[in-house]
């Protein structure tokens, strides 16, 4: 079946533009995850939706950081007002719905690399 | 709280030759810990996940990881390396009961060499 799909899979933008990235998660997946992933850095987590409960914001680095997800389903972040700091790998997760109370595996998409001049 | 350290930023290893990716974690309270590895240009993929139970826990392609509480490690381990190994591993842990965001460690390059 498909997997959790991302794009662009890559974007070069100039710095003080603003850029959206598109993430579709495995249908059925209630619990959808944004990370960064810088060289070196490992996974820095953005955001946290779970169903229709109010997203974990606790990640996003700044107020320039946004994202939403319509009808349970696809996400978007928007970086407003690139930064050069900005260019990374950004990474959504999927989980399927908990069983038992606990974490699920998370699926990755490919990512989509941001590059800001 | 919970963290996860993964103490070599890179590994070496000839095939054929056993390997080990070293993960610690630190939680309170009982952990789940996971394994993903990611090959070049690709996002992360599940390799095993330790919940309850034996504290062996074996996985895709051939991977296997062994929980120990008193060390509070989860270290990777493959009895035979094959060079299609080489990627990029990411140990997590989550704090049972806490926020549903597992911390992932900063990752560590495994080379298989010929």
């Known amino acids: 079946g498909a997997g959790v799909s991302q794009s662009p899979s890559n974007k070069v933008t100039e710095k003080g533009k603003d850029v959206e990235l598109r993430c579709d998660p495995i249908s059925g997946h209630t619990a959808l995850y944004w990370y960064r992933q810088s060289l070196g850095q490992g996974l820095e987590f953005l955001i946290y939706f779970q169903g229709n409960s109010a997203p974990d914001k606790s990640g996003l680095p700044s107020d320039r950081f946004s994202a939403e997800r319509t009808g349970g389903s696809v996400s978007t972040l928007t970086i407003q007002r690139t930064q050069q700091e900005d260019s990374a790998v950004y990474l959504c997760?999927?989980?399927?719905?908990?069983?038992?109370?606990?974490?699920?595996?998370?699926?990755f998409g490919p990512g989509t690399r941001l590059l800001v001049l | 709280a919970q963290s996860v350290a993964q103490p070599e930023d890179q590994v070496n290893v000839a095939e054929g030759n056993p390997l080990t990716v070293k993960c610690t974690y630190s939680v309170s309270g009982n952990p789940y810990l996971f394994w993903y590895v990611q090959y070049p240009n690709r996002g992360l993929q599940f390799l095993l996940k330790?919940?309850?139970?034996?504290?062996l826990v074996k996985g895709s392609y051939g991977f296997e990881a062994e929980f120990n509480k008193s060390q509070t490690s989860f270290h990777l381990k493959k009895p035979s390396a094959l060079v299609s190994d080489s990627a990029l591993y990411f140990c997590?842990?989550?704090?049972?009961?806490?926020?549903?965001?597992?911390?992932f460690g900063r990752g560590t390059s495994l080379i298989v060499h010929p």
């Open positions: 330790y919940i309850t139970g034996d504290n």
């Open positions: 997590a842990v989550w704090k049972t009961g806490g926020s549903y965001i597992p911390t």
């Open positions: 997760a999927s989980s399927p719905p908990r069983k038992g109370g606990g974490l699920e595996t998370q699926y």
